[in-house]
């Protein structure tokens, strides 16, 4: 066990729709990372947060936003769904803003947009 | 941006022997390189990590080796066991477009098979 969680571990929606996926953190860690896993374009960086601002943008689509709480859990929201939006979505955390240490990846949630 | 490659995508070793992965990077301003293992339906986990400074680490049957000038760092396991079947991905450290912190650039994975 990473300490960081997320869910929820599965979830199916429709086309069009919207949902947000959430990580807690591990206990002591400022920054948290989403990352987007899918079999054509593997594993890609979205964002970071760190201690409630944003810190660095990857490849994140303008329908996909984030944001991290005061007690630094964080949320994913995605938007205007597509079926390319199918995937697994990672949360990672660190203790340090950049990510030059061991960022530890929570099991993820498995997006399906049928 | 970062581009990371990796090869071979797929690899199978007898058991016993040794596995190389190899990753190329683009930037030279990344200064981070840790490998992750990634077992089917599970998180990726830190197995080994480098930095700019140093050219080799070790750690058991892993190491890792960093060529900085020519833009290349491999992974190297010896004694390879079943247990070591899994996705091995490489990756680097960028520079966000928010100025002062880092996310992570991966290669695509490669999977290792270990045969009996």
């Known amino acids: 066990d990473s300490g960081v969680t997320q869910t929820p571990k599965h979830l199916i929606t429709a086309t069009g729709q919207r949902v947000t996926l959430r990580c807690s953190p591990r206990s002591g860690d400022l920054s948290v990372y989403w990352y987007q896993q899918s079999l054509d374009q593997g594993l890609q960086f979205l964002i970071q947060y760190y201690n409630g601002e944003e810190r660095a943008k990857g490849n994140i689509l303008e329908r996909f936003s984030a944001q991290q709480f005061p007690d630094l859990h964080s949320e994913l929201n995605l938007s205007s769904l597509e079926l390319g939006d199918s995937a697994l979505y990672f949360c990672?955390?660190?203790?340090?803003?950049?990510?030059?240490?061991?960022?530890?990846f929570g099991q993820g949630t498995r997006l399906t947009v049928v | 941006g970062e581009n990371v490659e990796q090869h071979p995508s797929t690899l199978s070793v007898q058991e016993g022997d040794s596995a190389v992965i190899k990753c190329t990077y683009s930037?030279?301003?990344?200064?981070?390189f840790p490998w992750y293992k990634q077992e089917l339906g599970k998180r990726p986990q830190l197995i080994i990590d480098i930095r700019s400074n140093v050219g080799e680490k070790k750690d058991q049957r892993i190491a890792v080796t960093l060529n900085k000038t020519a833009k290349h760092f491999s992974l190297h396991i010896t004694e390879t066991q079943p247990e070591d079947s899994a996705v091995y991905f490489c990756?680097?450290?960028?520079?966000?477009?928010?100025?002062?912190?880092?996310?992570?650039?991966f290669g695509k994975g490669t999977h290792l098979i270990i045969q009996p």
């Open positions: 990672a955390s660190s203790v340090t803003e950049g990510q030059h240490t061991e960022a530890f």
């Open positions: 990756a680097a450290s960028i520079r966000g477009s928010g100025g002062g912190a880092d996310g992570l650039t």
């Open positions: 930037d030279s301003a990344s200064n981070y």
